[in-house]
Structure formats: C-alpha cells, structure tokens
C-alpha cells in the first residue's frame, strides 16, 4: 500500500516568511510524528499526535513551529517568520499502535531558507 | 534523560568485509524499545529492526544481525559481506515510553562507505 507521503518535497523560502509543510500517514496508522534533520546531524523529534489525545509538543524549538492534525489524517507543520537556522530536512513518521510498532517515515521535505 | 551515542561517525570498508556498528544507549525506563534504521542517499528513513528490552535474544537477517546487551546497554549491527548498495548512513534510536514517552531519540548516526 501507500507510504507516507509528504509535500513539498523541496522548499526554499525567505527569510521572515511562513511556511507550511504537509504530511500524509500510512491509511490506519493512529499516531503520527514530525522530526528535523539538520545538515549532516541526527534527527530531532517534534511532535507527537496519537489519535484524539492532546499532542505532545516537548519538541518544538520555538513558539514559530506549530502543528495540526485533522482527525487520524493529514498533518500540517507550520514555521513562522522562518530563520536561516530552519534550514533542514523535517521528516513525518506514522505508526500502527503507539511505540510497539515501528515508525515509517516519509521521504521529508528539504527547507531551505535564504 | 534519555540518549543514544554512536560513537564512530564514519566507517570506509572494501565490498566483502564485515563492518559492526556501535550503539549505546542510556535511560532509566525498566521497558525501553531499541531501532535501527537506515538512511541511503535517496535520504528516506528505512526501518531495520525494533528490540524490545525485556528480549536479550540477538537477530540475524540476512547479512544483518544484531547484538542486544543490557549489562553494557548496547545494541550492536554488524553487516557481514558488506556491498555497494549498504551505503548509507544508520541510525540506533530507542524509545523509552515511561520517561519520554512515544518519541524516538536517535543517535547521531554512522556513515558506512563501501567501496568495490
């Protein structure tokens, strides 16, 4: 069946503006996750949405990031006023049931911001 | 707090040799999950393996195989016969729910170069 899917698969912005990136999860996967990669770094969680449970948000860096989920659906990650340190690959996973199964990930957008 | 240290950023081996990766791990959770994934450079995450933490039995498939060691909070990957196409770069993560809940935390990641 289908992965996950993620759009747009490269980004490059402007310093100051918004921007918005989107994530689809495996159809039937109730949690989903979102995670940044720095150049030539390991990974870097974000966020977490499981189902109708309030999202875990201890991830974020900023007040700048901020994440929805529509239902167990589409999820849209959005940067504010967009630094150059956003630059990176943001990676979105989803997964069956919770920690017991493992995450499959999307192939993430590259953001690149001048 | 939870945390994952591979300790070799790079490892250049000719095509047929083995080559072991390290992982160590550190959390205070008594239930904790371990990983492995990979990372070609098509840049797409590929999960290898999930290990529980109150299963010490070591894996093998394929050419892959992994050795889970509580008492030195290790989760070792070594790729036998290595080829071409085990380029990439791996990445041990863990999951410890109680303490951090469903987030993985990964390591920084090993950068395996096989040359033919």
């Known amino acids: 069946g289908a992965g996950v899917s993620q759009s747009p698969s490269n980004k490059v912005t402007e310093k100051g503006k918004d921007v918005e990136l989107r994530c689809d999860p495996i159809?039937?996967?109730?949690?989903l996750y979102w995670y940044r990669q720095r150049l030539g770094q390991g990974l870097e969680f974000l966020i977490y949405?499981?189902?109708?449970?309030?999202?875990?948000k201890s991830g974020l860096p900023s007040d700048r990031f901020s994440a929805e989920r529509t239902g167990e659906s589409v999820s849209t990650l959005t940067i504010q006023r967009t630094q150059q340190e956003d630059s990176a690959v943001y990676l979105c996973?989803?997964?069956?049931?919770?920690?017991?199964?493992?995450?499959?990930f999307g192939p993430g957008t590259r953001l690149t911001v001048t | 707090a939870q945390k994952v240290t591979q300790a070799q950023t790079e490892i250049s081996v000719v095509e047929k040799e083995d080559v072991t990766l390290d992982c160590v791990y550190e959390?205070?959770?008594?239930?904790?999950?371990l990983f492995w994934y990979k990372q070609p450079p098509s840049g797409e995450l590929v999960f290898l393996i999930r290990?529980?933490?109150?299963?010490?039995q070591n894996e093998i498939s394929g050419r892959y195989s992994w050795n889970f060691q509580k008492s030195t909070s290790s989760f070792n990957f070594t790729i036998t016969a290595s080829q071409v196409v085990d380029s990439a770069v791996y990445f041990c993560?863990?999951?410890?729910?109680?303490?951090?809940?469903?987030?993985?935390?990964f390591g920084g990641g090993t950068r395996v170069l096989v040359k033919p």
């Open positions: 996973a989803s997964s069956s049931r919770d920690y017991q199964n493992e995450q499959y």
């Open positions: 159809s039937g996967h109730t949690a």
């Open positions: 949405f499981q189902g109708n449970s309030a999202p875990d």
């Open positions: 959390t205070r959770d008594t239930t904790y999950y």
């Open positions: 290990r529980n933490s109150f299963d010490e």
């Open positions: 993560a863990l999951i410890a729910p109680q303490a951090a809940g469903n987030k993985l935390t």
